[in-house]
């Protein structure tokens, strides 16, 4: 078991359904018209489940070709089924590690080579587990790092290297966290999404000459089923943890990528770093492993 895997053996309750099933997922309002994105591409990073399935579904809907890769062949083309079914619609998928800069150089060439074009990439891809920063192994550490950080590099050069041999614009929207207050029993996953963050504002600048805009996207708790991998109290006072007492959804991310994407809205936009996360960055905090007795005070 790699060690982003390792928070299967905390002692967990039985998965809690958490976002949206399939049909909702295709049939929920919009919030833009759905022709926005007509003959643009995307691709998306762990886009088989949870706030990448969300995007994957609501970019089609307004008209994008979407790519999303991931790890597990078999969520990938649970999305794309699910997509094929409830709208219709066809979706590239790849099983690959955004760990591999090989990988990643044959993602984003085949995507060009499926669709003759690439538009926006959306890195979403990642994983973390709740662990005291004391008690990470070496192995655990740089599993995160290599993936949320190195990875989200891998997949930003490769397709950046692309638009300017091509001569083509892009865009790139980051997937990152809210760590401006710090990840108390995440450290790996705040110090990797803290790079990724200042790496993005750094290319902003560097890539403007070649039209790339490069932006970030920090959700705050936003219900997925990748809650299950937190202790269920745990997961459940994440709504707890922003001034709105409430957690956000698929669709609250989602529309920020395609606000952000947008020639209508985006345009004009880049090195920014929106924070989706009903106020937790001014006010609230996060124990994903539950909250230590130290910290425990009686008033709250």
Known sequence: MTALGKAARLPLEPPKQWGYTDEQLATHPLAFRDDLFRDQVF?????GSGMGRGMAYLLTRLGA???ICGRRAEKLEETAA???QHLGKEIGTRAMTIRDPEQVNALVAETFDRFGRLDTLVNNGGGQFPQAALEYSVKGWNAVIDTNLNGTWYMMQAAARQ???RGQPGNIVNIVAV?????????HTCAARAGVIYLSKTLATEWAPLSIRVNCVAPGSIATEGLNVYPRAAAEAF???NPMLKMGDV???ANAVAYLSSPATGSFITGELLAVDG????????????IPEYFRVSSR
């Open 279 to 290: 106020g937790r960055q001014q006010w609230g905090e996060d124990w994903p492993g539950g």
């Open 82 to 84: 699910g997509i094929r």
């Open 251 to 253: 669709f609250d991310i």
């Open 179 to 187: 760590v401006s207050r710090g990840m108390p029993q995440v450290a």
């Open 65 to 67: 070709q979407v790519m």
């Open 239 to 241: 709504a707890q943890s």
């Open 163 to 165: 638009w300017r041999d």
């Open 43 to 47: 691709l998306i990073s762990g886009g």
